[in-house]
């Protein structure tokens, strides 16, 4: 069998059990060990869970579920809503604050928890009824924390970029520094298109009111004295303190990644127990459970996708891709204009773990080749497949949003995320036109890399 017929079936089997409506973790293995009894030698079989070891025995990997405990630890206490109120009381003056409000609440949540749907379940269930109550449109109120939640897997830590630095053999530390200031970026083009949108439909409430005197709650004046405000920072100060604690602890070369991970999530069961009595064992198991739960579902997944991508490189498969795309001698800007376009296409039917473990051993040696930075690539490939997690059909956080409030049309939620998805290309473009956005702070903390 030629390579172009061996890569063919392989992606069309691939396919099949991708759409048989089987778990991704249980597909991709099927896929790997059902070519590696055709194709590979008999002995292979005999060495599946070798090699799947082997794959996953990584220092860096074992921070991921010490992660999803911090994460899970943050987002099964109150700190979210608190979060969100405290957000809400500092900027309820400015035009737009509560939506601006919550896009800054998610970004803070998102950072502490890294967890995308977690951000948009701790953020959304108080976020969306305080922004409809105010005269928030339906969709504008669940395209805000939809795109919010985004953000966490871009701001550090995130699972995904821990992924990225696994598969493209990158530094981590560099990889997290890359995606602050884009992560800021985000924040900053999400605040501002909240205050426009607020605007609209400020004036046109009041265009109403004018023509009808039928009265929203857009129009209506809220305050909050200085103690208010001063009251909501206990409780998440701490939190915040965290946060900047354990990028300290990284950066500063204090502590490993794991490391870093397992601190951040002893200082959260602490904090959780000491703020909001979250000690006992009653309390604790749900934490523990979610933690163990969501770890097993990844780790499964990890461990599959690269049997999956280790069998594409014993079958030649991924780096004949390579050197075919490699020989199409494309310009550098449409080469990484197709890839990304993939990513786009993958994110229909894919989570980003394994968008990155499967496409990795093709997508990365031609854009090495071409000379691009692959940590500002990472930066890139991170944000495309966060606009993956709003755009349907499979949209994760979409169905989050409506899990939290179902009374909200799912048309509605596609509209109102549509606004977030474009921005989000406009932040890709902007890297792309300005690379320092995501380059200039690792290489001013860790010095400017030899070799990319």
């Not at 390579?3 to 759409?19: D, E, H, I, N, Q």
């Not at 969709?139 to 990225?164: D, E, H, K, W």
């Not at 956005?437 to 290489?443: E, G, R, S």
Request: proline residues 6%.
């Amino acid at each position: 069998m030629t390579m172009l017929s061996l890569g063919l079936l392989f992606g069309a089997v691939t396919l099949l059990f991708m759409f048989s409506g089987a778990p991704i973790s249980f597909a991709l293995g099927s896929v790997a060990v059902l070519f590696m009894y055709l194709f590979m030698p008999a002995s292979a079989l005999n060495t599946v869970t070798q090699n799947v070891y082997e794959e996953m025995a990584s220092i860096t990997l074992l921070s991921i579920p010490l992660f999803i405990l911090k994460g899970a630890a943050i987002g099964r206490s109150r700190a979210g809503q608190d979060l969100y109120a405290a957000m809400h009381v500092w900027m309820g003056r400015i035009p737009g604050g509560l939506g601006i409000a919550n896009v800054f609440a998610c970004a803070l949540f998102a950072a502490m928890a890294g967890s995308s749907p977690a951000t948009c379940s701790a953020i959304g269930s108080a976020g969306i009824p305080e922004m409809r109550k105010r005269g928030y449109s339906p969709g504008f109120a669940a395209g805000i924390i939809a795109a919010g939640g985004t953000l966490g897997i871009l701001l550090p830590p995130s699972i995904t970029m821990i992924l990225y630095a696994v598969a493209a053999e990158q530094s981590l530390g560099r990889l997290f520094l890359a995606g602050i200031f884009p992560g800021v970026l985000l924040v900053g083009l999400f605040a501002v298109y909240a205050a426009f949108r607020y605007q609209k439909e400020h004036r046109l409430a009041k265009a109403e009111f004018e023509r009808s005197g039928a009265a929203s709650a857009l129009l209506l004046d809220e305050t909050f004295t200085n103690r208010q405000k001063f009251e909501m920072l206990p409780r998440v100060v701490p939190f915040v303190l965290l946060l900047i604690g354990v990028m300290v602890a990284l950066y500063g070369g204090f502590a490993t990644p794991s490391e870093t991970a397992g601190l951040g999530a002893l200082l959260a069961l602490l904090l959780i127990a000491t703020i909001y009595g979250v000690w006992r064992p009653r309390d604790v198991a749900p934490i523990l459970t979610a933690t163990l739960r969501e770890s097993t579902m990844l780790m499964m997944i990890i461990g599959m996708s690269l049997l999956f991508s280790y069998v594409m490189s014993f079958l030649h498969i991924s780096q004949s891709t390579a050197e075919w795309v490699v020989g199409m001698h494309l310009s550098k800007w449409v080469l990484l204009a197709a890839i990304l376009l993939m990513v786009i296409l993958l994110g229909f039917f894919l989570p980003p773990v394994s968008i990155i473990l499967m496409t990795a051993p093709i997508i990365l040696p031609p854009l090495k080749a071409a000379g691009f930075d692959l940590i500002w690539f990472g930066v890139l490939m991170t944000i495309v497949m966060e606009a993956g997690l709003i755009h349907p059909p499979v949209g994760l956080n979409i169905f989050v949003i409506k899990n939290i409030a179902p009374d909200i049309s799912l048309s509605d939620i596609i509209w109102g995320v549509l606004p977030f998805v474009l921005l989000m290309f406009l932040a890709v473009f902007l890297i792309c036109v300005f690379p320092g956005i995501a380059t200039a702070l690792p290489d001013a903390v860790m010095g400017v890399a030899a070799v990319r």
